[in-house]
């Protein structure tokens, strides 16, 4: 008898622990979780307000610790961040949500609007490639590493990238009309002039078609 009070014992003062702690937490997670959802609500209110520096505030709200934790929080405050100009904040908080989600090329595409816009072309290469590692077909990453090459004027590696975003989208206006003119510069004026003539299909007053077509024409 004196065994089994003591093991009826042991286990009261165990359920007793478990609920003491286990319900708390559960609460506070209902409770966490239901502030997220308040702060991104307020967020997007004052998004619509063009508030976005407001906006950012709303998030931030919820406190460092919580914010780091949350992938959503992170990619939410680089985008709002972007918009209120803050182009540091906005680099920091995309590349926390990379931290948080490696795999996903959300937060890549995300962080190129400071990169571009901080006119940093070498960073942007390095994350286009990052891309198209996730997402090999992706057509915008190929044109848009061509577009860099192609304003170096390394024409044969543009070149390779803007092919590929013209197979994957063969009647796309960027990707023919800037195919074809790196196509021109490289001496190949055949495929220029039959890219130029696609291009005229698309918009047939082009301005930049025609004056490719000019400068083929005998």
């Known amino acids: 008898m004196r065994s089994t009070s003591i093991f009826h014992y042991i286990l009261a003062a165990f359920c007793f622990l478990w609920w003491s702690t286990a319900t708390p937490v559960h609460a506070q997670t209902s409770a966490s979780e239901e ?6 609500a307020e967020s997007y209110r004052l998004e619509s307000l063009q508030d976005y520096t407001a906006a950012v505030k709303a998030l931030e709200a919820l406190g460092r610790e919580l914010v780091h934790l949350v992938y959503e929080a992170n990619l939410r405050l680089g985008w709002l961040c972007y918009k209120a100009g803050d182009h540091d904040k906005s680099l920091m908080y995309y590349q926390r949500a990379i931290t948080l989600q490696p795999l996903a090329t959300e937060p890549l595409w995300g962080l190129l609007l400071p990169v ?44 390779k990238y ?16 800037m195919t074809g003119w790196t196509q021109y510069f490289l001496g190949q004026k055949a495929d220029a002039k039959v890219l130029f003539e696609r291009v005229l299909r698309f918009t047939p007053q082009d301005a930049s078609a025609l004056e490719g077509l000019k400068l083929l024409a005998p």
């Not at 502030?35 to 991104?40: L, N, S, V, W």
């Not at 994350?127 to 044969?156: C, F, V, W």
């Open 35 to 40: 502030r997220i959802r308040e702060a991104f």
């Open 116 to 159: 571009t816009a901080n006119e940093d072309w070498v960073r942007a290469e390095s994350l286009y490639k990052a891309i198209l590692k996730q997402d090999h077909r992706n057509a915008t990453a190929h044109y848009q590493l061509g577009l860099i090459y192609y304003y170096r004027q390394n024409y044969p590696e543009a070149l």
């Open 162 to 177: 803007l092919e590929v975003s013209l197979r994957l989208s063969p009647f796309d206006y960027y990707s023919m009309l």
